[in-house]
């Protein structure tokens, strides 16, 4: 991670004496420190250089010749005792100096252990964004960072995000009016957002101040252009300590890392062949004309047989009780498909804000059993529900597959406990729905059944338990736990009342599809005619 000057100084507040500083905040380029030498025959733009007084007095000559004729260079040191006065007339020389007393070493040591401390939570904020995690994660990594409030909203100041770092020094009861998956109150949306006093225009990840008269406070906050017309606000709200140019370098690694979690999936990937076969598969289920040639390119860039292999598409859709359930900036599409390719080494990308996945079981190297075992699990580790379809072989059959597996998926809605939908399991259930689809179920079914239905609903079991047993007067009975007289007395007046020939397999078939239908509407739901 990059930090700058006074995110050092900060850290350091204890033994730091003095400071000069000129470098933009917003644009952080120290990685490490090394231990400044008299002798040292170029400097770094890059370098923090830990040094005491007298060795920058004995390279004034060096340092100020190499300086002026590099003008791009700026020159960062952390001087021990009074830096020398000719630094102080170097435009482009930042440096802070500490108590004369301390020990070189130990000050070198220290400042090792801010780089180590900062980058050790860029390495964290990289494996939420690309293991699966979302904007919550990190802003629960993120607390220690800042010791402040932070708070992420999309553009129209709704809350996505609130995170309020808790002391037993300090605790903010104003900020407890701020609730997530609700809009922001009116005496605390951001002063300058544009379309709010058509002030400030914020367009870009560089950390900004403002001040949020609601709490006479500054708030540090960077916008991140998350989508086409859609951003979100990520600000931090002095809580503990005052917020300060300090916390610009690590606001625009925490923006950074937002913006990896929602960036489109296969954009950052460098080889181009890959993104191509993602977007011609991408064209191709969705029933778009691709050519032959084209596919055969893809069978061979993944080493897919387009004829023998036998494919399966899953569409994958986070839980529905999410807390801004209408917001797909909820949902780190991107970093999933990052985590589903890792584990079935398959093809994933997003699709009508659903994740959808083409595996080749042929080439999987995984059982059908095992390959669901684990979809099953990183759908219960990261709140998702999928939708699978039939197994089929060829590239030829993924346009089908992917709509078997949409539809599965739309039947696991419905079931909050269930994870995975197989279509194989719900055929009957998913053929119903597009009949739904297509025609109200009062047109559907026979008016006589749904009257049965409703006026004598003994009578309507008593048929159901009929057509179940295969037409089987004696199967019927005991289903139904009555004598069987008794049950062919009441076939008899079924008969009557709806006028059908239970003999033809027909009618027999048009019932049974019916009563599937009023079970799956509801009796309630259907209208008179």
């Not at 300060?244 to 690590?250: K, L, N, V, W």
């Amino acid at each position: 991670m990059k930090l700058n000057l006074y995110t050092i100084a900060h850290e350091l507040d204890d033994i730091v004496i003095g400071e000069v500083i000129g470098s933009d905040p917003n644009k952080p380029n120290l990685e490490y420190p090394v231990l400044f030498s008299v002798n040292e025959y170029r400097y770094y733009s890059n370098i923090l250089y830990v040094t005491i007084d007298k060795h920058l007095e004995d390279a004034k000559d060096r340092i100020q010749r190499y300086l002026s004729r590099n003008p791009n260079l700026s020159f960062s040191c952390i001087c021990i005792g009074t830096p020398p006065s000719y630094i102080g007339t170097i435009p482009n020389c930042d440096i802070i100096w500490i108590d004369s007393s301390q020990s070189r070493t130990r000050l070198f040591n220290a400042v090792q252990k801010i780089f180590q401390r900062f980058n050790s939570w860029e390495r964290n904020l990289d494996e939420i964004a690309t293991g699966g995690g979302g904007l919550s994660d990190l802003a629960n990594a993120s607390l220690g960072v800042f010791k402040n409030d932070i708070c992420i909203t999309d553009q129209f100041s709704r809350v996505l995000v609130h995170r309020v770092y808790r002391t037993r020094q300090l605790l903010r009861e104003q900020t407890d009016q701020i609730e997530e998956g609700k809009y922001l109150p009116k005496n605390m949306v951001f002063d300058g957002v544009i379309d709010e006093q058509g002030g400030m225009d914020f367009s870009s990840m560089e950390p900004t101040f403002a001040v949020m008269h609601a709490f006479h406070c500054t708030v540090l906050r960077s916008t991140i252009k998350a989508s086409q017309g859609y951003s979100l606000i990520l600000s931090v709200h002095s809580n503990f300590q005052e917020i300060g140019p300090y916390d610009c370098a690590p606001l625009l690694v925490f923006a950074a890392a937002i913006k990896k979690l929602y960036s489109s999936y296969g954009v950052l990937d460098s080889n181009e062949r890959y993104v191509d076969v993602r977007a011609t598969i991408r064209s191709f289920i969705q029933g778009k004309q691709v050519p032959d040639s084209t596919l055969i390119q893809c069978a061979i860039a993944f080493d897919w047989s387009r004829e023998t292999d036998e494919f399966l598409c899953l569409c994958i859709d986070f839980v529905s009780n999410m807390r801004v359930e209408d917001s797909i900036l909820m949902k780190p599409l991107a970093s999933v498909c990052n985590r589903i390719q890792e584990e079935f080494d398959c093809l994933a990308f997003v699709l009508d804000s659903r994740i959808t996945v083409v595996i080749n079981c042929t080439r999987s190297g995984m059982t059908e059993k095992a390959l669901f075992d684990r979809a099953e699990e990183l759908a219960r580790e990261y709140g998702l529900v999928i939708g699978a379809s039939s197994l089929f072989p060829g590239i030829k059959g993924l346009p089908g597959s992917y709509r078997q597996a949409l539809a599965a998926l739309k039947t696991s809605y419905s079931e909050q406990d269930k994870r995975i939908a197989k279509f194989e399991d719900n055929t009957l259930e998913i053929g119903m729905s597009y009949i739904l689809g297509e025609m109200n179920p009062e047109r559907f079914c026979p008016k006589e059944l749904v009257s049965l239905a409703r006026s004598e609903p003994e009578l309507y079991r008593s048929l159901d338990a009929y057509l179940k047993a295969n037409c089987n007067s004696n199967m019927a009975s005991k289903a139904l736990s009555i004598q069987r007289n008794s049950f062919v007395y009441r076939l008899e007046k079924i008969k009557r009342l709806l006028g059908m020939d239970f003999d033809d397999p027909d009618v027999r078939l048009l019932l049974s599809i019916s009563y599937k239908l009023i079970d799956l509407y509801g009796l309630e739901n259907i209208q008179d005619r």
